[in-house]
């Protein structure tokens, strides 16, 4: 079985710029996740798809970050402008929908490698 | 709201020795309770889980985690560490019904040769 899929794996811009992140997640997962991780800190989460619908965005700064999972398999994450504060490593996760199949590793969320984004 | 507690910021053992990651929790009603392991330029890892049943959950690599309800306590542990169990280790807690993670800040482990 295939991980989640995410690039690219580094990249590094000047603030004020545009960047965008994709995110392929693990075959037949409807539930996939956006999480900023910066250095030191825990992943937060910034967005939540169930299929092509937000589950939770209440973390994402809406006023420069977008996502979209339009198809329900993959998704795209992109800042505009970019800020010095968003360097960090941005992990894309997926998880089984639990609600349909108890045996699929319920809740459990699989991570992606992350994109390593530095903002000059 | 819910919240996740790893209290030390790195942890060193001594090659061959037990080791112990400390993680508490608040959440509302019963948790469900993760580790992820992250080494350098690497996504999270899965460890182990708790989700129900037996307090006491085996994972890979040889770890293990107690649930401890009353102390709202999920501790990692290891009864032998290895160098190469050096790594970034997470606990993260889930309320039963939500796909949400609330992460901990993150223990280093360093086992010394």
């Known amino acids: 079985e295939a991980g989640v899929a995410q690039s690219p794996r580094y990249k590094i811009i000047e603030k004020r710029q545009s960047v965008a992140f994709w995110c392929n997640p693990i075959?037949?997962?409807?539930?996939l996740y956006w999480y900023q991780q910066i250095l030191g800190q825990g992943p937060k989460l910034l967005i939540q798809f169930q299929n092509n619908g937000v589950v939770d965005d209440s973390q994402l700064p809406k006023d420069r970050f977008s996502a979209e999972r339009l198809k329900g398999v993959d998704s795209t994450l992109k800042i505009q402008p970019a800020k010095l504060e968003d360097s960090a490593v941005y992990l894309c996760?997926?998880?089984?929908?639990?609600?349909?199949?108890?045996?699929?590793?319920?809740?459990?969320?699989?991570f992606g490698p992350g994109t390593r984004l530095t903002v000059l | 709201a819910q919240s996740v507690a790893q209290p030390e910021d790195q942890v060193n053992v001594a090659e061959g020795n037990p080791l112990t990651v400390k993680c508490t929790y608040s959440v509302s009603g019963n948790p469900y309770l993760f580790w992820y392991v992250q080494y350098p330029n690497r996504g999270l890892q899965f460890l182990l889980k708790y989700i129900t049943g037996d307090n006491l959950v085996k994972g890979s690599y040889g770890f293990e985690a107690e649930f401890n309800k009353s102390q709202t306590s999920f501790h990692l542990k290891k009864p032998s560490a290895l160098v190469s169990d050096s790594a970034l280790y997470f606990c993260?807690?889930?309320?039963?019904?939500?796909?949400?993670?609330?992460f901990g800040t993150g223990t280093r482990l360093k086992v010394l040769a």
């Open positions: 996760a997926s998880s089984a929908d639990g609600r349909l199949d108890t045996t699929k590793n319920y809740n459990e969320q699989f």
């Open positions: 993260a807690v889930s309320r039963r019904g939500t796909y949400k993670y609330i």
């Open positions: 075959s037949g997962h409807a539930t």
